[in-house]
Every structure is written in structure tokens, then in C-alpha cells.
Nanobody, 123 residues
Framework: VQLQASGGGLVQPGGSLRLSCALS????????IAWFRQAPGKEREFVAG????????LYKDSVKGRFTISRDREKNMVYLQMNSLKSEDTAVYYC?????????????????WGQGTLVTVSS
């Protein structure tokens, strides 16, 4: 089972980035996928998640209307489109998989994790 996150980088406030998570080694039909982030000195927190079939999504309140999670089942990819980025979005972003049908924000449910990609929002 592998999750490979990519797409991070340095962006100015108000800018956009798209993170990608490549999934391999398991049947994605049974897994919800989520993005978490961890800023320096802080706990890892839920950002956005999507159900196994893409029918349901869930977002952290502070990213609603700015971030969009999507999945491409044919390509085994999950994306996080991040717009109107703020300095407080600076963190290492991780994609994770949970063997649950519905999407959830509880970190403990997610069994598999990618290596993380750094997003820095700064002028």
C-alpha cells in the first residue's frame, strides 16, 4: 500500500496550488481518502476528505470555499485544489487512506499515510 503526495511549494498569499496523491497497492473502492496537515509545533489536523465513490466530501471550516478535494478513480489519484491561500495554511500536507465507506475527520481511522509535501505561503 502506497500513497505518494506531491505538488507542494512556495506560494504568495492569495495564490493557488494543487496537491496530488497517487494511490497504489490496494482496492480503492473500499477506502475514503483525506488530506491532513501539520504546521510546526502543532498537531496534525484534518483538512479535507472524500468518500470511496467521491459522493461525499468533508472540509475543515477554515478551508471551506477555498479548498476542493476530488478523486479520479481511473487514475487512482486524489487532488486537493487550494485557492486563496493564507499564511496560516503553511504546513506539511499528508494524504491518508481509511477503510471506511463514508468520509471522516478522525485521524485514528486512517491506516495508511503518504510521506507529506510542504506548502509554504509567504510573500
Amino acid at each position: 500500500v502506497q500513497l505518494q503526495a506531491s505538488g507542494g511549494g512556495l506560494v504568495q498569499p492569495g495564490g493557488s496550488l494543487r496537491l496530488s496523491c497517487a494511490l497504489s497497492g490496494f482496492n480503492l473502492d473500499y477506502y475514503a481518502i483525506a488530506w491532513f496537515r501539520q504546521a510546526p509545533g502543532k498537531e496534525r489536523e484534518f483538512v479535507a476528505g472524500i468518500s470511496w465513490n467521491g459522493g461525499s466530501t468533508l472540509y475543515k471550516d477554515s478551508v471551506k470555499g477555498r479548498f476542493t478535494i476530488s478523486r479520479d478513480r481511473e487514475k487512482n489519484m486524489v487532488y486537493l485544489q487550494m485557492n486563496s491561500l493564507k499564511s496560516e495554511d503553511t504546513a506539511v500536507y499528508y494524504c491518508a487512506a481509511a477503510r471506511i465507506a463514508a468520509v471522516a475527520s478522525q485521524k485514528a481511522l486512517y491506516n495508511y499515510w503518504g510521506q507529506g509535501t510542504l506548502v509554504t505561503v509567504s510573500s
